[in-house]
């Protein structure tokens, strides 16, 4: 039976508080949560934030199920993940991310069924809906309508006008043309989803749109997962880190980080960051 806000089941060894700036905004977390994560844990009120796992070496992809391979299928790692997503009123994918996760769902009960109980009352508490909206960014509009992800709640389809007209019309979810394309402007993106009435924004990737976003300045925080795993790679063929396709050293003002804090389990760090130039404390 899933653990509610004071109960137990198969659960994780909690994390370890190594470092944590003053004056973090504070959840009435359930009991469970404030256990496992090792302490206090909120959220400012209006943020776009990102949650990515990586090997020591930064690699953030190694095909499918990257997650799961670079974490080593770490609980401590599903449980960051789920607590996450259920501060957030929607989450923000690319349509690679989707085909890459066949089977999944983006809510906390999904990646950690332990503490759905708990991840519920916490959504009640913070007047959130049971679950979070799917939101796929797809350029080329192809979106598989019928995943998981989107088969049994409304999502929000954000892509081109030809990605429009492929998409067509929808009795599911709100599909938005955001331009000419095939790229779409991170900026509008962001607006959008501000637009669709969301503040709590959690974005998953993949590496590209993660990078666009950082690189447009929209990102106000990130949250990363490093694993104790040297993933390495072929040679010739150099394996993509959490930001890609973007090169963010080429403006004048690259973007630099502040670190709010710092937990671990076992030998997993769980690093939370500021990105300085974004609004949100």
Do not use: C
């Not at 944590?20 to 909120?42: H, I």
């Not at 759905?116 to 909206?133: D, I, K």
């Amino acid at each position: 039976m899933p653990e509610s806000g004071s109960g137990s089941a198969e659960t994780i060894d909690a994390l370890e508080l190594l470092f944590e700036a003053p004056g973090l905004p504070v959840y009435p977390l359930p009991s469970l949560l404030q256990r496992l994560y090792g302490g206090e844990f909120g959220l400012p009120a209006d943020l776009l934030y990102s949650n990515f796992v990586t090997s020591l070496d930064g690699v953030a992809v190694v095909g499918r199920s990257s997650g799961s391979t670079l974490s080593g299928k770490s609980r401590a790692d599903r449980f960051v993940m789920g607590l996450l997503r259920s501060g957030a009123d929607a989450i923000v994918i690319g349509s690679g991310t989707l085909n890459a996760s066949p089977g999944h769902v983006w809510t906390a009960e999904h990646v950690f069924a332990a503490a759905a109980g708990a991840f519920g009352e916490l959504r009640q508490a913070l007047h959130l809906a049971a679950w979070p909206t799917l939101v796929v960014v797809s350029g080329s509009g192809e979106i598989d309508l019928n995943h998981p992800g989107l088969l049994h709640h409304p999502g929000l389809l954000l892509t081109s006008d030809e990605g429009r007209k492929r998409l067509g019309a929808s009795a599911r979810h709100e599909v938005i043309s955001l331009g000419p394309g095939p790229e779409l402007d991170p900026v509008k993106i962001t607006a959008a989803v501000r637009q669709a009435g969301h503040r709590m924004v959690l974005t998953e990737g993949g590496p590209r749109l993660l990078a666009q976003l950082v690189g447009a300045g929209q990102l106000d925080q990130l949250f990363l997962t490093v694993s104790p795993l040297l993933a390495g790679g072929p040679k010739g063929e150099p394996r993509k880190g959490f930001i890609d396709g973007v090169d963010l050293l080429a403006g004048n003002e690259p973007p630099w980080l502040t670190l709010l804090s710092a937990h671990r389990n076992g030998s997993h760090l769980f690093l939370r960051y500021r990105l300085d130039e974004a609004s949100a404390t």
